[in-house]
Each structure stands twice: as structure tokens, then as C-alpha cells.
């Protein structure tokens, strides 16, 4: 897959300034290696992001990723070619598309991206029990909601701790991360109900991520817009918001059958 790039990096005080502040306290190599990944998923040449707009065209579908002050913008022609479109988010987006696009599209997802390659420092990290055991996380799974579950994305993980209860066999939370691309590694939590509110998500998801970081990788959250809790335990542990990103699945013409559309490269 070809893309169009607009723009490099500025100079200083110019765009590339501005997106190396919006990277905070991020390692400057940190910022490399996440752009090299969404490049990588998008089938693009490894600098393909350091320009500021990547038009990539793809006729199934549109997404708009916004990373570190770069707008990749994904569609058919008629959307790279308007781009008051590529501004949108969610359900914004998802009308401007059904107002062009003649097909009866489907919002996949919008999602806040943040980043962190610092240890997370807590105090109960060097006292909890912790099991990695498939059952440890069935049984915490058993206790949540399916939809918790599903978001979390811990069921198709391949590294997942759960804190457990002094004494207990009982899983207090679970964390875990999926290796994306091989540079980043996708964090998941998930807390039953009833535990909530205690700090066990906030343990087990320092957890994950200094395990990821030990294993040389990026950390990544990826949570869903407007998951307020989300984003706030991400804060906590030290993650830096860096960009968004938006899918909308084009479908089926209006009025006609089903379809099918493949999705795009939602990884890292």
C-alpha cells in the first residue's frame, strides 16, 4: 500500500516544535519507534510520519489516526480529496461519511492513544501476589461483564497478571499487553465490579506495563473516546496522551445486501 505525504519536520519553532511538545515527557526515540509501528500497520515507508498529513487510500473504509501533530488520513479518493473531514471524530465523522460515501456505514471504533517507556513506581509492586496462571484470569473474567471483558481485550492477550488476595485464590484485577509489530505493546485491565474503586486496576496495571517495558517495548493505551476512568488511570501511571483514532467501515451500497469490509490496520 502507497500513501501521499504533506510536509517534514519543522524547525525549531516551527511544526516539528510543536509536535515534540505535544510528545511530553516521552523519550524523543519513544516518539520514533511509535511512528515507525503506525507506519509499519499501515503499509507505509518508515518515515511515512514524519510529515504532517499521510493520505493512504483504501476503498473499504476510512480512518482518520492523529499521532504527535501528524493527521493520517485513510479512504477512498472523495475523502482524501475534502479534507474538512479529516477534523472529525466518532459520530461526527460516521454522519460526514453516510452524507458521501452512498453506502450504509458503521462507526468500529474511536479511540484515545497514549504512550509510556518510564517505569511506574508503587509501593505494593514488590509485596503482591501475582499469577499468570489462564485460570487466575478465568476466574476474574467469570466475575465482570462480557462487555468489560470484550473492551479489556485480556482473553486474546498473549501476557496477563492477576493480582490476587492475600491468602486467597481470588483475583483482585487483571493486566496484560499484546506484543503490536513487535515496538509496541498493547496494555488491557480489567477489575470485577465489586473490587472497584480499591486501587487493584491501578496495581495490576503497573504491573503490565513495567513487564512490557522490561521486554524492550513501547506501552500503549488505547481506550475508547470519553472513558473518562480509562483515561485517568492511563494519567496515573504516567502515560502520555499522543493523538486519536477514528474507523468508520464503509459496507454495503444503500440499499444493498450486507457486504463485507475487511477493517483497517487498527495495530499498534
Known amino acids: 500500500m ?6 517534514t519536520e519543522g524547525t525549531e519553532g516551527g511544526e516539528g516544535a510543536g509536535r515534540a511538545e505535544q510528545a511530553g515527557a516521552l523519550e524523543e526515540n519513544t516518539v ?3 511512528r515507525l509501528g503506525w507506519a509499519r500497520s499501515l503499509g507505509l515507508p518508515d518515515d511515512a510520519l514524519a510529515a504532517r498529513v499521510v493520505e493512504v487510500p483504501r476503498d473499504d473504509v476510512v480512518s482518520v489516526v492523529r499521532l504527535f501533530g ?21 459520530p461526527a465523522l ?34 503482591v501476589e501475582v499469577s499468570d496462571e489462564p485460570s487466575a484470569l478465568a476466574e476474574v473474567v467469570r466475575r465482570c461483564p ?44 480489567l477489575t470485577p ?51 486519536s483514532q477514528t474507523t468508520v467501515l464503509l459496507g454495503a451500497p444503500a440499499g444493498g445486501g450486507a457486504g463485507r469490509a475487511t477493517g483497517p490496520a487498527d495495530r499498534p
Open 193 to 243: 465490579p465489586e473490587r472497584r474503586g480499591q486501587g487493584h486496576g491501578l496495581l495490576a496495571a503497573a504491573l503490565a506495563t513495567n513487564d512490557a517495558l522490561d521486554a524492550g517495548l513501547v506501552a500503549q493505551w488505547r481506550c475508547r473516546t470519553g472513558h473518562d476512568a480509562s483515561l485517568r488511570l492511563a494519567a496515573r501511571l504516567g502515560y502520555v496522551p499522543a493523538g
Open 70 to 90: 501528524t493527521v493520517v488520513a485513510v479512504g477512498p479518493a472523495w475523502f482524501l480529496d475534502d479534507p474538512a473531514g479529516w477534523h472529525l471524530d466518532g
Open 32 to 34: 520514533a519507534i511509535v
Open 146 to 189: 462480557a462487555d468489560d471483558v470484550g473492551e479489556s481485550g485480556l482473553t486474546e492477550m498473549e501476557r496477563v497478571l492477576v493480582t490476587l488476595a492475600d491468602g486467597s485464590d481470588e483475583g483482585l484485577a487483571a493486566a496484560g499487553h499484546d506484543v503490536r509489530g513487535g515496538l509496541v505493546a498493547q496494555l488491557g485491565v
Open 94 to 127: 460516521l454522519r460526514g461519511v453516510a452524507a458521501r460515501a452512498g453506502t450504509r456505514p458503521r462507526l468500529l471504533g474511536a479511540a484515545a492513544l497514549a504512550y509510556a517507556d518510564a517505569y511506574v513506581e508503587h509501593p505494593g509492586l514488590s509485596e
Open 2 to 7: 502507497t500513501g501521499r505525504t504533506e510536509g
